[in-house]
């Protein structure tokens, strides 16, 4: 069994759609976890994380971990094609002076104008 | 200044060359790391600097070679690749802080090919 999971897509909506995201893990020492977003042809960027279970808005995201589940998404409400890129779950168990962090293999989405 | 730069952006290289790839940032940072990205797959992690010391080597054949020659500059050192290590090579850097994510600000990547 992999260590992170993400239903690879791809994933077409219209615009404005809400779009879920999910991933799956198997190491229970995880305590952050985090959403990059990547475009074609650049380095991936931090969009949300969060510490433990629970859910965390930031404006048209919403992250939700469910430690008890294995189990977080991302929401994105009222999609636009500017969200259209590839979307990677990352988790992190320890904390020191760097973080080792495990990428899910990535959702590709498309928005659709 | 926010941006973690990385040079060349593109390397088109035969087995027998060595090459470097460098990556610096400005942020006052002090991690620093290599990871690899082969197509569709996500960026795998292949060495961890911290105050410029090694910190992880994620088993990472001796073909690579990393070297990070002060708090801003990190570089990895190729010689006798193979065509199986073409990807795209991405650079990250981030605060240095115990018991607190430390976010991850990532370059564009070099792409690299072996012919």
């Known amino acids: 069994q992999k260590e992170v999971e993400q239903d690879p897509g791809p994933l077409s909506v219209p615009e404005g759609a809400i779009v879920s995201l999910n991933c799956t893990y198997s190491?229970?020492?995880?305590?952050?976890f985090m959403w990059y977003r990547q475009y074609s042809r650049k380095g991936p960027e931090l969009l949300m994380y969060?510490?433990?279970?629970g859910n965390k808005e930031d404006g048209r995201f919403t992250a939700q971990v469910d430690k008890s589940s294995k189990y977080i998404s991302l929401f994105i409400r009222d999609s636009q094609p500017s969200d259209s890129a590839t979307y990677l779950c990352a988790m992190s168990a320890y904390l020191t002076s760097y973080d080792k962090v495990i990428f899910g293999p990535g959702t590709s989405l498309s928005v659709i104008p | 200044d926010t941006e973690v730069t990385q040079t060349p952006k593109h390397l088109v290289m035969g087995m027998t060359n060595k090459k470097s790839l460098k990556c610096e940032q400005h942020m006052g940072h002090r991690a620093m790391y290599w990871y690899k990205q082969k197509a569709k797959k996500p960026p795998e992690l292949m060495f961890v600097y911290s105050y410029e010391k090694l910190s992880i080597n994620e088993s990472v054949p001796s073909r690579f070679s990393p070297e990070c020659p002060n708090s801003s500059l990190l570089n990895l050192h190729l010689h006798a690749l193979q065509p199986e290590d073409s990807a795209l090579y991405l650079c990250a850097s981030s605060h240095a802080s115990s018991g607190r994510l430390n976010e991850q600000f990532f370059g564009p990547g070099t792409r690299l090919t072996v012919l």
């Open positions: 969060t510490y433990s279970s």
């Open positions: 190491n229970s020492a995880f305590q952050y």
